[in-house]
């Protein structure tokens, strides 16, 4: 497999859809976040597209309430030999974020294959951030307001919890075994989150930053303050769980985003996971902060930890 096949998040969509009776001009809109759930890996080979148009670049990005370095993806979408799609990482580029009177510089991360801010950086409620992004002469901007954080609790939307007594000899010395079944997307709740979480068999959990814990995460969960879309008929919601002995350590991890992003989101899913039932809404273009034709998203990430345990989490 190419080795830029590694970027998983846009071929769901590339498989899916007819490029050939479309320009490559139209492409750009419908790349998808990097944030996306969408996990297995597709080979370009089966796109069947060939177009003389330039595209756009693609972005993924964020900056977060926790004091980090604030990391930053730039793509390029290309026709190969065969005339299918590569996606190869831009390292020329320009890049900086600004807010307030300050301006924090990056550099490119050969081994992240993405610019990293050259100090760490903190995300305050209500202030606006922009990334900038010069390349080829053009400049590229987005800009994001950092959200509030809108209630401190745990809401997690796991929607059974089962105790079973040591029958198949999963636990020892008799004790209980909990089962938290989630699934993917979730509704009717008061705000939007997306959750992830970490378990261990111990008190002890490795602190993960939410960059590596969003790129290595292999399931996240969104909670929708809305019902289902009208016209959306999912052929199937994933889901996963949570499992172990009451006394397992958990740390839940509760992220806040912007109105905006939340709507990014949704016409990521309306194009990729609410899309595979023949009774769905006809999906549109995928929303993007960036300007000039560049695609993608940056956006501000809102987050609290929780550490608990399995049995308190139950309780909750």
């Known amino acids: 497999m190419n080795k830029y096949l590694k970027y998983p ?8 859809f ?41 972005v993924d990005g964020f900056i977060s309430n926790e004091s980090d370095f604030c990391r930053v993806k730039i793509l390029k979408p290309m026709i190969g030999i065969k005339e299918t799609f590569e996606f190869e990482p831009i390292s020329s580029a320009q890049v900086s ?3 307030k009177d300050k301006a924090i510089e990056f550099n490119y991360n050969d081994s992240l294959q993405s610019y990293e801010s050259k100090s760490k950086v903190k995300g305050i409620p209500a202030i606006e951030y922009t990334l900038k992004i010069d390349l080829n002469d053009v400049n590229y901007t ?25 029958d198949d000899g999963r636990v020892a010395q008799g004790n209980k075994y909990v089962e938290l079944s989630i699934y993917e997307h979730n509704f009717g709740f008061n705000h939007f989150n997306i959750w992830q979480w970490v378990e261990s068999n111990s008190s002890e959990i490795p602190l993960i930053s939410l960059h590596d814990l ?17 016209g959306v ?20 991890v509760q992220s806040f985003v912007s109105d905006e992003y939340r709507e990014y989101l949704i016409s990521v899913f309306n194009e990729t996971n609410w899309r595979t039932s023949i009774f769905s809404t006809v999906a549109g273009n ?7 034709g560049a695609t993608g998203y940056f956006f501000a990430l809102n987050a609290r930890r929780y550490r608990t345990t399995l049995n308190e989490l139950v309780q909750k």
């Open 9 to 16: 998040v846009v071929l769901k969509l590339f498989r899916a």
């Open 233 to 252: 008929f999912p052929g199937r919601f994933r889901s996963s769980g949570i499992s172990g002995v009451p006394t397992d350590s958990v740390e839940i």
């Open 142 to 166: 987005a800009k994001e307001q950092f959200p509030d954080f809108k209630e401190n609790q745990i809401d997690m939307p796991f929607i059974r919890s089962e105790l079973y007594d040591d």
């Open 18 to 58: 007819p490029f050939k009776f479309f320009s490559n001009a139209y492409l750009s809109f419908f790349i998808l976040s990097c944030f996306s759930c969408i996990e297995e890996e597709v080979g370009f080979d089966s796109l069947n597209y060939s177009g003389e148009d330039q595209v756009e670049i693609f």
């Open 286 to 292: 995928t929303k993007s902060n960036l300007s000039k």
């Open 97 to 99: 974020l600004l807010f």
């Open 214 to 230: 969003l790129r290595i995460s292999p399931f996240k969960v969104y909670s929708h303050k809305s019902t289902l879309p009208q």
